[in-house]
């Protein structure tokens, strides 16, 4: 029974952030303020944000995900970027890193659907878009490389 309520769980999570992504991607299209890192740029929060495309296009080319929810105005979250842009850069072509700004309205919904409560925090969500581990705080290089790998390997959520 507990395992079919992980499952339950699994599934809700995976129909919720696809039909959020979907949600979002009409709602903000031409403002592009969802964004998955994809190009070379300073390792700092603005400019990857600027350097980015957004959810829906990351969610639907089948990657694992990192979700990254962050604010302008935190120093973790900057911290975070600094810290973390070489763990990105070193998987851009395997794993899409989408930075989800929380002072955007139009993002209540998936941080609430995922329990994001404290930033910076990291969701790991493996191809199927699976939350399989996350991490709150400006987190280290390997903390995110062990996310990575469980969401990659579609191991167990954390």
């Not at 991607?25 to 403002?31: H, K």
């Not at 120093?75 to 070489?86: D, G, I, V, W």
């Not at 395997?94 to 990291?122: A, C, K």
């Not at 790991?124 to 390997?153: H, W, Y």
Request: net charge negative; glycine share 6%.
């Amino acid at each position: 029974a507990a395992s079919g309520a992980a499952a339950a769980a699994a599934t809700t999570t995976t129909a919720g952030v696809s039909a959020i992504a979907a949600q979002i991607g009409a709602a903000i299209a031409a403002l592009g303020t969802l964004t998955l890192v994809n190009t070379a740029a300073p390792a700092d929060l603005a400019h990857m944000v600027a350097a980015s495309a957004e959810l829906p296009a990351a969610v639907a080319n089948a990657k694992p995900t990192v979700l990254e929810f962050y604010s302008k105005d935190c120093p973790h979250c900057n911290q975070a970027a600094s810290a973390l842009y070489a763990v990105e850069l070193r998987h851009r072509e395997d794993v899409n890193w989408v930075m989800v700004d929380t002072q955007r309205w139009e993002n209540h919904e998936l941080w609430e659907s995922l329990g994001v409560h404290e930033i910076p925090h990291f969701a790991f969500l493996d191809a199927d878009e699976n939350l399989r581990a996350t991490a709150i705080g400006p987190i280290k290089a390997d903390v995110a490389e062990r996310g990575i790998q469980i969401a990659s390997s579609g191991g167990e959520a954390a």
